[in-house]
């Protein structure tokens, strides 16, 4: 039977922005400025991306985000979401990016939409379709999974799901955390669960205390503004003051529990990155944060065709793009964590000069006012990007203590229930399987419905030191439509 | 294992739902993910070997926190993101339930399994 993919309801763009975080929306109001008609499609109810997630529209909270930090972020939000140009379509994943192949066509992209949560198995409308003259991938990021014994335990959490219970549903999930990895957010976290109400055993970071100081003077340029030593500072007086011990060269061996988290195992880092596991300390919570770094969101961009690069301490595999943030899809531009995760504000200006360079594209403004409006955002993003690059280098571990902390028994693929010892064992057994979409079909790791997003980042490591490869050799799984999970009965408009 | 915070804050309309049997209190704008942790909720659903699951990365990416919804008036129950799904007056919840088993022999993976699985 053919595949026909129901069209329920079909609008039109000039400009489609994939993601209403902090370069959606920069990107959005800048280029409704200058004539662009755009629509802006997300996941979420409201927009803001996971930096600012919102409050659901029923709540009053009063002082939301009400720290420094969010400022800049709360006024773009704030404009945006009051701006009568631009198109919203939320709660939509993005399940595919599609060349209409013929470069003259007033509409060349078509993206097929998926509403969420009318049922994710299958109930509820056919996709919709967007037709856009340019795409702008802004899909962002997601806490990077880390794969140790037992993290598959209810009560293990990615810090930022931890957040953002507490930023937008206003929830304290938990009644003792622990922070476990090496970026900063945790520090953020565990302050708002303080001021909040809640109890933290620790913060541990893997690093040095001297590398983890040199990070937090400046954790805003990996969060949000820039310059904010006030901020870094407040947030440790207030962990001190309510005795949260925050220690370094530290780290989480395992998670223990039977059918919930009861205690963290945790062991020292040497100087030389070693772990040592006859120094192990138990520590008792049934909330563990994990917060080590983000991965892109690159599975729609890969989807579409974009050239990506793998620079693990940046987020996996990062867009590739030239000044204007066009990728190497000619009409489609990315930006944002897509291009590797540096913070909402490089997000916002790299999102400003993809919106010019659509803009251009699209005959709003000439060339020469495309240069001179972008010379500001492009003057600012080369200053920030240097640092912010210094800055996650610094929050980043080590791709050797990931590989430490895998051990045969930690779950590898959380989806399909394959261990760390398992696919070693197979991949052993196989030497010929050298990819990761190979040892996908040998696997089945990455088949489940996350896509591969849990675990592929493990399975790209494992196999690069397996094989004795880079990572880059090993690639991604292929991305493939759909980006996120339709049922087969949604797709053909059979949802019996 | 959760706690709803009170101070300056508003909260949406209560609406009434139904977890695992139980008449549950909820506020209109609250995830399901929310509400179950509100509640006490650990495990959110099972493996088809029997691990427990709960949420994850709470942005609707990691598929860890499902749960059998049946839609106000209805009797299907579906397998829903909580963390992604808003609460809904008249709602019914089951959690714990198990997730239909992977096909795990095509490649003769199936008994691998017996080296590994310990936490």
Same mark, same amino acid.
């Given at each position: 039977m053919a595949m026909v993919i129901t069209v329920a309801i079909a609008v039109a763009t000039e400009l489609a922005i994939v993601g209403a975080g902090p370069a959606g929306m920069a990107a959005a109001e800048v280029a409704a400025g200058h004539g662009v008609e755009v629509t802006l499609v997300d996941e979420q109810a409201v927009p803001g991306g996971q930096f600012l997630r919102q409050p659901p529209p029923q709540f009053g909270v009063s002082d939301w985000l009400g720290d420094p930090v969010y400022r800049e972020g709360r006024r773009l939000l704030e404009r945006v979401s009051a701006d009568r140009r631009l198109e919203w379509i939320m709660r939509s994943s993005v399940a595919g990016i599609f060349s209409n192949g013929d470069d003259d066509g007033d509409e060349p992209f078509t993206l097929v939409l998926n509403p969420v949560g009318e049922g994710d198995s299958g109930e509820g409308g056919a996709p919709r379709q967007l037709s856009a003259r340019r795409v702008l991938i802004a899909s962002g990021c997601f806490d990077l999974p880390v794969a140790f014994p037992g993290w598959t335990l209810p009560g293990v959490m990615a810090a930022g799901g931890i957040q953002a219970f507490v930023k937008s549903q206003q929830l304290v999930p938990g009644k003792r955390f622990l922070f476990a990895g090496s970026h900063p957010l945790q520090l953020v976290v565990a302050d708002q669960i303080v001021q909040a109400g809640g109890s933290v055993a620790g913060v541990l970071f893997?690093?040095?205390?001297?590398?983890?100081?040199?990070?937090?003077?400046? #954790?805003?340029?990996?969060?949000?503004?820039?310059?904010?030593?006030?901020?870094?500072?407040?947030?440790?007086?207030?962990?001190?003051?309510?005795?949260?011990?925050?220690?370094?060269?530290?780290?989480?061996?395992?998670?223990?529990?039977? $059918?919930?988290?009861?205690?963290?195992?945790?062991? #020292?880092?040497?100087?030389?990155?070693?772990?040592?596991?006859?120094?192990?300390e138990e520590i008792e919570c049934d909330r563990l944060g994990v917060c080590f770094?983000?991965?892109?969101?690159?599975?729609?961009?890969?989807?579409?065709?974009? $050239?990506?690069?793998?620079?693990?301490?940046?987020?996996?595999?990062?867009?590739?793009?030239?000044?204007?943030?066009?990728?190497?899809? #000619?009409?489609?531009?990315?930006?944002?964590?897509?291009?590797?995760?540096?913070?909402?504000?490089?997000?916002?200006?790299?999102?400003?000069?993809?919106?010019?360079?659509?803009?251009?594209?699209?005959?709003?403004?000439?060339?020469?006012?495309?240069?001179?409006?972008?010379?500001?955002?492009?003057?600012?993003?080369?200053?920030?990007?240097?640092?912010?690059?210094?800055?996650?280098?610094?929050?980043?571990?080590?791709?050797?203590?990931?590989?430490?902390?895998?051990?045969?028994?930690?779950?590898?693929?959380?989806?399909?229930?394959?261990?760390?010892?398992?696919?070693?064992?197979?991949?052993?057994?196989?030497?010929?399987?050298?990819?990761?979409?190979?040892?996908?079909?040998?696997?089945?790791?990455?088949?489940?419905?996350?896509?591969?997003?849990?675990?592929?980042?493990?399975?790209?490591?494992?196999?690069?030191?397996?094989?004795?490869?880079?990572?880059?050799?090993?690639?991604?799984?292929?991305?493939?439509?759909?980006?996120?999970?339709?049922?087969?009965?949604?797709?053909?408009?059979?949802?019996? | 294992m959760g706690r709803l915070i009170s101070d300056k804050i508003r909260?949406?309309?209560?609406?009434?739902?139904?977890?695992?049997?139980?008449?549950?209190?909820?506020?209109?704008?609250?995830?399901?993910?929310?509400?179950?942790?509100?509640?006490?909720?650990?495990?959110?659903?099972?493996?088809?070997?029997?691990? #427990?699951?709960?949420?994850?990365?709470?942005?609707?990416?990691?598929?860890e926190c499902q749960v059998k919804v049946a839609e106000p008036g209805s009797a299907a129950f579906r397998w829903m993101r909580a963390c992604v799904t808003p609460a809904a007056d008249g709602m019914t919840i089951r959690t714990g339930e198990r997730l239909s088993a992977p096909e795990r022999d095509h490649h003769g993976n199936g008994n691998n399994g017996g080296n590994s699985g310990g936490d």
């Open positions: 893997a690093q040095s205390s001297s590398r983890a100081l040199a990070l937090l003077k400046h #954790p805003s340029v990996l969060l949000g503004n820039a310059d904010k030593l006030s901020q870094t500072a407040g947030i440790l007086w207030r962990l001190r003051r309510a005795g949260v011990p925050v220690r370094f060269r530290q780290t989480v061996l395992s998670a223990n529990g039977t $059918d919930s988290l009861e205690s963290v195992t945790t062991v #020292p880092v040497g100087p030389d990155g070693a772990i040592d596991s006859d120094a192990a770094a983000f991965s892109t969101s690159s599975e729609l961009a890969r989807q579409a065709g974009v $050239d990506c690069r793998w620079d693990a301490s940046r987020g996996g595999w990062i867009a590739k793009h030239d000044d204007n943030m066009a990728s190497s899809v #000619p009409g489609v531009f990315v930006a944002g964590e897509t291009t590797g995760v540096a913070g909402s504000d490089i997000a916002a200006l790299e999102g400003q000069v993809a919106a010019i360079g659509c803009a251009a594209e699209l005959g709003k403004i000439d060339a020469r006012q495309a240069v001179e409006l972008a010379r500001l955002p492009r003057r600012q993003l080369s200053r920030r990007a240097r640092f912010a690059r210094l800055l996650s280098e610094l929050a980043w571990p080590g791709a050797s203590l990931f590989d430490q902390l895998m051990s045969d028994s930690a779950t590898l693929c959380k989806c399909e229930g394959l261990t760390v010892g398992m696919l070693r064992t197979q991949l052993g057994r196989h030497p010929d399987i050298r990819t990761a979409s190979a040892a996908k079909l040998l696997s089945r790791a990455g088949m489940g419905l996350c896509q591969g997003r849990y675990c592929h980042f493990a399975l790209t490591r494992l196999m690069a030191r397996q094989l004795g490869v880079p990572e880059e050799r090993v690639g991604g799984f292929t991305s493939r439509f759909p980006a996120k999970p339709v049922s087969i009965g949604r797709l053909i408009g059979d949802d019996s | 909260r949406g309309r209560a609406v009434s739902l139904s977890v695992n049997g139980s008449t549950v209190t909820a506020y209109e704008g609250e995830t399901l993910a929310a509400v179950l942790l509100a509640e006490e909720v650990v495990v959110f659903n099972r493996t088809a070997s029997g691990e #427990p699951r709960a949420p994850y990365c709470n942005m609707g990416t990691c598929f």
